[in-house]
């Protein structure tokens, strides 16, 4: 009787987390943590985890907590934690704490560093298990991730011989956000940094943000908006910062502030915010050192520093060497950093904006301080489609340059647009810059291979708000993921990393992991496609950057208006950059300068962005500049067009919330390639007077009507 009323019990028990795991909702908010319920236990998965250390750190426990998580929802109940080992058991031995275990069974793990793991099914007293070993606690919580990710994904943990190390030593995002929660290029809702509330309250979804980061190897994160507001650094709001700093330290990951440059007057009284002046060395000084009171592993200053309007060093006539390396000085007692970006372009300059970073940062190469690194946007402009990558990656040998990338998708379609950023990247990362000969990519620029910079690091513009999916997206949560992929390892390949995330976010059945892969990988060149084709950029509307205005051509700046970037006439369109025009492409090392001046060997893709060419310019395939730049308007629209039936024939395969909510996006996203295309032909006819192409639909409204749109409440707008 009593073993019948235990297996009713268990009967309800099973049936009543059945009917929840169908009731739980598919709202994204679990990321790629999803760690679906496996079809089939896999060979050796554990039975038990033994976390071979006597004292189990907060760390150790958020490692062990995850897998407890992970092995219940994949598995059908947690790990049991033991302290014996027995067969099949998961081992957790970091070299604090691997003591416990027999001589000679821990493998050696000088060779990973401080936040690397070794993965390997082992022995220990003749038992099979798996090691996750590491020199710290981190290393071991990022093997835990990485072995959890594999189980996820369906792959095989039998078997496993696994050594992995960042390439990077920061990786970080840089949140845009306010203090007042608006973010700045944000289109998923609100900042969840919610300052009002905090300390008194700490949002549990600080834990998650922490997980999902720490899975993908994040390790640090700047909380504030480059554009910044000097009050976070006031001890009201340092008791905030020190609240998340906590909530985030068990996971890896360090907080970092934006520094804004003339914080001594603003919150010090102080008459100048000159970097040479002792008064305000002493007042950062101890601002730094209050901050490290309150965050005793305050990660540094991340500044924006005379760009855009922001204050700097050369308000008082210093270099930007100068006034980082002041900030250098604070924070170097406590082993801080300084990340200084060269996102600066002036005001008075009538130079090509696209040169002006490298024109001013170079000659200061080898004046920063040791723990200063420049953070270099990916390339020359502003996080455009395409851009060719920044002629500072392989110019300054003796400064760490780290690269920043924009997740959040400012320029390419806001969170409605399916664009896969992935391949963006790889092909910055894998360009190569013939800085030290041939074969110096940005990558080994990055990660400090081709100059041994001492310090590396990436990051990345973070998409994170207060949507429940977090990213605005479910494709959006695709391109966090993969920042942090390719942070940990620049060389990895886009396409693998797309395919990881669709087995741990969707399915592991290979052909929806198929289909899914397809559409991403081909995602950004349709919008490079229906936005800027040819090498075009810059090219959206005035300060929101929404939908298409190549016409404005009358804004406080010359280098604001899309004019200024594509220049065209009556007789032809293009930025010329050679030497007969600003001879930006000399910027570049040799064998590239000459690839990319020469209109012989420049790639299609960059035409543009190097050449002012005639409309009836003939392509290397025959047809004319015109009718190209068509076809390719034309062929981004049809390429969505494919990106809807695929994601359609995926029907009653993915859940309906998430089905449907791509569904819906893509059609909004396929109106607007269209739009982009029809203003975009729209104007140019009216500035070159040609005829479509055969067989190209005229645009169905004039001219202005496209101009007469407008956009005021559009999401995401800066100052
Ligand atoms: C631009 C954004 C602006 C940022 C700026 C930056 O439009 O909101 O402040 O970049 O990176 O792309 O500083």
Not at 160 to 188: A, M, Q
Request: glycine share 8%; with cysteine; hydrophobic share 40%.
């Amino acid at each position: 009787m009593k073993n019948f009323i235990k297996r009713v019990a268990a009967a309800f028990c099973l049936l009543v987390s059945g009917l929840f795991q169908h009731a739980v909702a598919e709202d994204g908010y679990e990321l790629w943590l999803r760690y679906e319920r496996l079809d089939q236990v896999p060979k050796a998965a554990p039975h038990s985890v033994v976390a071979a250390c006597s004292d189990v750190s907060p760390t150790l426990d958020a490692a062990l907590s995850e897998i407890s998580r992970a092995s219940a929802s994949m598995l059908g109940q947690p790990l049991k934690q033991s302290g014996k080992i027995s067969r099949n058991a998961l081992v957790l031995a970091s070299g604090a704490c691997g003591t416990s275990l027999p001589d000679g069974a821990l493998p050696t793990v000088d060779q990973v560093g401080p936040e690397g793991y070794v993965l390997q099914s082992t022995r220990i007293n003749g038992k099979p298990v798996t090691l996750i070993a590491a020199q710290s606690d981190a290393g071991v919580l990022y093997g835990v991730f990485d072995y959890l990710r594999r189980m996820s994904s369906g792959d095989a943990v039998a078997d496993l011989d696994v050594t992995s190390r960042p390439k990077t030593k920061l990786r970080l995002l840089n949140h845009w956000d306010n203090l007042d929660r608006h973010v700045e290029r944000g289109y998923s809702g609100q900042s969840i940094w919610d300052w009002h509330r905090l300390p008194g309250y700490v949002d549990p979804r600080y834990t998650d943000y922490a997980r999902a980061n720490a899975s993908i190897g994040i390790n640090g994160t700047s909380l504030t908006n480059v554009n910044s507001d000097a009050t976070v650094l006031t001890p009201p709001y340092l008791e905030k910062v020190a609240a998340i700093a906590n909530v985030l330290r068990p996971y890896g990951i360090k907080v970092y502030l934006t520094a804004r440059f003339s914080a001594p007057m603003e919150l010090g009284g102080l008459p100048t915010a000159d970097p040479l002046d002792p008064a305000v060395q002493a007042w950062w000084q101890a601002k730094t050192d209050e901050i490290y009171d309150y965050v005793p592993d305050f990660g540094g200053f991340l500044v924006k520093a005379n760009s855009e309007g922001q204050p700097g060093p050369q308000d008082y006539g210093r270099s930007h060497a100068e006034g980082a390396n002041m900030l250098a000085r604070a924070v170097a007692p406590h082993g801080g950093v300084v990340m200084w970006r060269a996102f600066v372009y002036s005001a008075e300059e009538p130079e090509d904006r696209v040169k002006q970073a490298y024109t001013e940062f170079v000659p200061l190469d080898g004046q920063f301080a040791d723990n200063v690194l420049v953070q270099v946007k990916n390339g020359p402009l502003d996080f455009q489609p395409r851009e060719p990558f920044h002629p500072l990656f392989g110019a300054m040998p003796e400064t760490p340059l780290m690269i920043e990338l924009q997740i959040t998708k400012e320029y390419l379609g806001f969170s409605t647009h399916l664009a896969y950023l992935g391949t963006l990247w790889e092909e910055v990362l894998s360009a190569d810059t013939h800085a030290e000969g041939e074969g110096t990519t940005v990558a080994s620029v990055v990660d400090g291979e081709a100059h041994d910079y001492a310090y590396t690091g990436m990051a990345g513009v973070s998409n994170i708000g207060t949507d429940r999916n977090w990213a605005g997206s479910i494709f959006d949560q695709a391109n966090w993921y993969a920042f942090g992929r390719l942070a940990w390892n620049p060389d990895a390949s886009a396409e693998d990393i797309a395919r990881e995330w669709v087995k741990q976010t969707f399915s592991r059945k290979p052909e929806i992991v198929n289909e899914i892969t397809a559409i991403m990988m081909k995602s950004r060149e349709a919008v490079v496609d229906y936005m800027t084709p040819l090498g075009l950029t810059h090219l959206m509307g005035t300060g929101h950057h929404y939908g298409p205005a190549p016409w404005v051509d009358d804004l406080g700046r010359a280098d604001w208006t899309p004019y200024y970037y594509h220049k065209a006439t009556r007789d032809g369109i293009g930025f010329d950059r050679t030497e007969n025009g600003s001879d930006a492409v000399d910027q570049y090392a040799g064998p590239i300068a000459q690839e990319w001046a020469s209109l012989d060997t420049v790639p299609d893709n960059l035409l543009l962005w190097f050449h002012h060419v005639p409309w009836d310019y003939e392509m290397r395939d025959g047809s004319t500049l015109w009718q190209s730049l068509v076809a390719h308007y034309s062929r981004g629209i049809a390429t969505v067009e494919e990106m809807q039936a695929e994601w359609a024939s995926l029907k009653g395969q993915i859940d309906p919330e998430r089905f449907n909510q791509v569904t819906d996006y893509l059609k909004i996203q396929h109106e607007e390639a269209q739009w982009w295309r029809d203003a975009s032909i729209a104007y140019w006819q009216s500035i070159n007077d040609l005829p479509l192409p055969e067989g190209e639909a005229p645009p169905p409204h004039d001219l202005e009507y496209y101009k007469s749109l407008s956009f005021p409440n559009a999401p995401g707008q800066g100052e």
